[in-house]
C-alpha cells in the first residue's frame, strides 16, 4: 500500500470515538482512522500547551502545603496568566536546589547567555528564587505560598484577585488547613505573657527580628488581594517581614523595602495594637513573619472555617478568664480573630480553647485585666522543625509526599 505522507494514523479504532468531523480516512495498516498532518500537528499543539501547565500544576502541587487541581480547572486559569508556555517549560526544568545559569545551560545543552537572560527574566517577574552572594548567583524553583503568589505582591490586580479568591472557595483552603500549622505559627503578643513566664526566643517576634541583619518590609498580599476585588478591612497593609536571603530577594526586586531593626519592631507593635495576629513560618529560624487578621489572611481564613482551629495552629499558649473580673465588656469579642470567645447566660465571657490559637489579642486589650495567657500542659505542646528544610520535610510527610 502506498502511504500519503501528508497523513498519519489516529490511533482510533472505531470511526464513532473521533470528535473529528474531516479529514478522517480508514487507515489500512491499523484498522483505526488517519487525519491530514497539519490538522493534527494543530490539535497537538494545543494538547501539549494544556499538557505543559497541568504538568506544572502537578509539580507545584509536591511543594510546600501544594497546589491542588480542582474541577474548574481553575489553577490552569491562574498558571496561564503568570506563565508562558515558555516560562513554564523552563520552571518544570528547575527544581528548589540552587543552581547557576552556567550549571542549567549545561544540563539543557543551551547557550549560557541565554538561559541566564531567561532565568534572571523570570526571577524578577516572581516566578523563580534567585540568591546572589558575592560574585555567584543561583536560581530555584519555588512553591506556590510562600513563593510565586507572594512574589506578585506589585503586580496583584482584580483579575488575579478574583482567580484567587475562585481558588481559595474550590480547594487551597483545604490544601492550607491540611499542613495542620506547619507553613506558619502563632505566637503571642509580648505584653500578653506574664512576666514569670519565660517565653522561648522562637516564641518572641522582637527577639527573631533582633537576630536578623537584613530585613525587608512588605504589603501583605491578602489583604491587598482583597482590596483589589472591593473586599477586605482596613488594618495596617504594610507589616510582612522577610529576613536573610528572602530579605534581600524582596529588596532586589522592589517588593518590599529595607527597615532598621527599630522600625520592623515600631511595625510590629503597630500591627499588633490594631488586632493583627503574629505569624513567622513554623521554624526556630524562619525566613519570614507575616501579621494576619482573620477577614483576610487565608492561612487564618482557612482554620477559621474548622470546627477547631486550635488543632491545626503551631501554638503552644491558650487564653484564659478569670471570671470574677470580668466586666462583661465584650472587647475581647472584637479582638478574637478565631471567634473564640463568646459571652455565656450571666454576661461573662469565657474561652472556647477549640478555637483559641493562643495570640494574646485579647489579653493586652481587657480593661479589667481579667484574661491571661497560659501555656498549654506539656501534652499539647509542640516542638518546633529548626530549619526551613526540615519543615518541608514534615508538610511533604504529612502529604503523604515521602
Known amino acids: 500500500m502506498i502511504i500519503d505522507e501528508s497523513f498519519e494514523c489516529t490511533g482510533v479504532n472505531n470511526e464513532n470515538d473521533s470528535h473529528d468531523n474531516g479529514n478522517i480516512e480508514p487507515c489500512d495498516c491499523c484498522g483505526g482512522y488517519y487525519r491530514s498532518v497539519d490538522e493534527r500537528d494543530e490539535k497537538e499543539n494545543i494538547t501539549m500547551t494544556e499538557d505543559i501547565f497541568r504538568r506544572l500544576q502537578q509539580r507545584l502541587d509536591m511543594y510546600s502545603l501544594g497546589f491542588p487541581a480542582t474541577e474548574t480547572g481553575i489553577e490552569i486559569t491562574i498558571l496561564k496568566k503568570l506563565f508562558s508556555q515558555k516560562d513554564a517549560e523552563m520552571f518544570l526544568d528547575m527544581s528548589p536546589l540552587l543552581e547557576e545559569p552556567q550549571a542549567v545551560a549545561q544540563r539543557l545543552e543551551r547557550p549560557v547567555d541565554e538561559v541566564a537572560g531567561q532565568l534572571e527574566d523570570m526571577a524578577k517577574r516572581g ?39 475562585q481558588y481559595y472557595a474550590q480547594g487551597l483552603d483545604r490544601a492550607i488547613a491540611g499542613v495542620e500549622g506547619l507553613f506558619l505559627r502563632t505566637i503571642p503578643v509580648e505584653k500578653s505573657i506574664v512576666p514569670e513566664h519565660h517565653v522561648a526566643a522562637f516564641d518572641d517576634a522582637v527577639a527573631l527580628i533582633k537576630k536578623n541583619d537584613t530585613i525587608a518590609v512588605a504589603e501583605c498580599l ?71 487578621c482573620g477577614d483576610c489572611c487565608l492561612i487564618l481564613g482557612a482554620i477559621k472555617k474548622l470546627p477547631k482551629p486550635a488543632e491545626h495552629v503551631f501554638s503552644n499558649y491558650q487564653a484564659s478568664i478569670q471570671r470574677e473580673d470580668c466586666t462583661g465588656c465584650e472587647i475581647c469579642l472584637d479582638r478574637c480573630q478565631m471567634e473564640a470567645i463568646a459571652m455565656d447566660k450571666d454576661g461573662i465571657a469565657q474561652v472556647n480553647l477549640d478555637r483559641c490559637i493562643g495570640c494574646g489579642l485579647c489579653v493586652t ?38
Not at 238 to 256: K, T
Not at 371 to 387: E, M, Q, S, V, Y
Open 127 to 165: 516566578l523563580l528564587f534567585r540568591l546572589r552572594k558575592e560574585t555567584s548567583v543561583k536560581y530555584g524553583a519555588i512553591p506556590f505560598m510562600h513563593g510565586l503568589i507572594e512574589f506578585q505582591v506589585k503586580r496583584f490586580d482584580r483579575e488575579l484577585g478574583d482567580l484567587i479568591k
Open 222 to 292: 491578602c489583604r491587598k488581594g482583597n482590596k483589589t476585588i472591593g473586599k477586605g478591612c482596613d488594618k495596617p497593609m504594610e507589616n510582612c517581614f522577610m529576613f536573610g536571603s528572602m530579605a534581600r530577594f524582596y529588596i532586589e526586586n522592589n517588593l518590599g523595602r529595607q527597615i532598621s531593626i527599630d522600625e520592623a519592631i515600631d511595625i510590629l507593635r503597630k500591627s499588633q495594637e490594631a488586632g493583627l495576629v503574629t505569624q513567622p513560618a513554623t521554624t526556630q529560624n524562619p525566613g519570614g513573619m507575616c501579621n494576619c
Open 365 to 402: 486589650t481587657c480593661p479589667a485585666e481579667a484574661i491571661t495567657l497560659l501555656l498549654k500542659p506539656d501534652a499539647g505542646r509542640r516542638i518546633l522543625p529548626t530549619t526551613g528544610g526540615e519543615q518541608m520535610m514534615q508538610i511533604a510527610k504529612n502529604r503523604g509526599m515521602i
